[in-house]
């Protein structure tokens, strides 16, 4: 199937009247309502991707041994559409996220979706759904595309059926609107990723083996899990599903280098680009959670698609408690964040072109 292949509309119910699109639109929690429709694809042997179909949004039936389910492979992207000052809707650096998910399927032993159906996907759903893409500051339209193993088999094996769907819903910035810093909880017992394991890929399983630390940060007042490397404990990897930065009193900007346990993030890239346009010193380097916790860190945030910048006001862990800065968002924070954020709508020139005009 190529990017110019048709794509098959099922019927489905009336469209929604636009003054409910709007109203089911505001202030959802994430990921909670859905736009009207679905595109899927499906991959069999000797025929490949096929199938292309546009769905309403409705309950899919699966085969009870679906393999997905059972052995957990399934892979996932996360982009936005933003509502350009025009008017179209632009996705953020879809053929990056295009990349990512290929990588992503080539570590489960997934077939990949090549890039050009990957965007063709995003466009078939824009043509029916675009009326979902919100208007206003740190709004978009979320895009979840998954690919997973759709066998009806246990046979422990990789699949040989896959399935593609890609669903979208109107969101605001994952922690809100205002730019409140987060406190972040170092479990001292779980680790997120192992050398030589899928820490790199963006697969359903990461996230899975997260939530019970997830559980513990919340039972200590904190809203995401401070993740360190699993073979020291020591080195500070990832915030939750997102990247971590940090500023020093020098005024340098330092994320981990991508090793192979990180999940090599479009934000961070993003940040990374208009860091050093901007004139700022950055750098790549494993940091320590004792220094990060030192009083020559002067920032910590977080950043990720969801989420965008999210500043870092305390680290918790069973040692006890160290305020970043004043415990504010620090100016370095709030300027990447805005500069990104002007980019996402159209406020600011586009040097990369990293936005796709999607009509
Ligand atoms: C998706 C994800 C990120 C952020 O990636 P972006 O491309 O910036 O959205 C970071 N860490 C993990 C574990 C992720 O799953």
Not at 23 to 42: I, M
Not at 183 to 191: C, G, L, M, N
Not at 220 to 232: F, P, T
Not at 330 to 353: F, M, N, S, W
Request: glycine fraction near 10%.
């Amino acid at each position: 199937m190529t990017a110019t292949t048709t794509w098959a509309h099922l019927p489905g119910p009336d469209p929604l009247p636009d003054a409910q699109v709007r109203e089911r639109s505001a202030d959802a929690p994430f990921g909670t309502v859905f736009t009207e429709h679905v595109v899927t694809l499906r991959w069999t042997p000797g025929r490949g991707w096929h199938d292309g179909t546009v769905c309403p949004h409705t309950t899919m039936t699966v085969p009870v041994a679906l393999a997905g389910l059972h052995y957990g492979q399934v892979v996932f992207e996360g982009l936005k559409v933003y509502r350009q000052p025009d008017g179209v809707p632009a996705g953020f650096r879809v053929a990056d996220h295009a990349r990512r998910f290929a990588a992503s399927a080539r570590r489960l032993e997934i077939p990949e979706l090549p890039g050009e159906l990957f965007e063709s996907a995003i466009r078939a759903l824009l043509a029916v759904d675009g009326r979902w893409v919100p208007e206003g500051e740190s709004r978009a339209l979320y895009l979840r595309p998954t690919l997973y193993g759709a066998e009806a088999t246990l046979a422990l094996r990789p699949a040989r059926e896959y399935a593609f769907q890609l669903l979208a819903f109107p969101t605001e910035a994952f922690f809100g609107r205002a730019v409140e810093p987060i406190h972040v909880w170092v479990p001292a017992h779980y680790s997120r990723a192992a050398p030589g394991g899928t820490g790199e890929a963006k697969c359903a399983g990461n996230y899975a083996a997260g939530f019970a630390a997830q559980r513990e940060a919340a039972e200590h007042g904190c809203r995401q899990v401070l993740w360190l490397d699993a073979a020291e404990h020591r080195f500070v990897e990832e915030l939750g599903g997102m990247n971590v930065f940090w500023v020093t009193e020098d005024g340098t900007l330092g994320t981990p280098p991508l090793t192979g346990t990180l999940l090599p993030g479009i934000t961070r890239d993003s940040i990374l680009t208009l860091a050093s346009r901007a004139g700022l010193r950055t750098e790549q380097r494993p940091i320590t959670l004792n220094e990060l916790c030192s009083p020559a860190t002067t920032e910590v945030f977080a950043c990720g698609t969801a989420a965008v910048a999210t500043p870092v006001g305390a680290i918790v862990s069973t040692h006890g408690r160290w305020p970043v800065g004043d415990g504010r968002a620090g100016p370095v924070t709030t300027g990447l964040r805005e500069a990104l954020t002007a980019i996402h709508h159209g406020q600011a020139p586009d040097p990369d072109k990293w936005l796709l005009r999607l009509a």
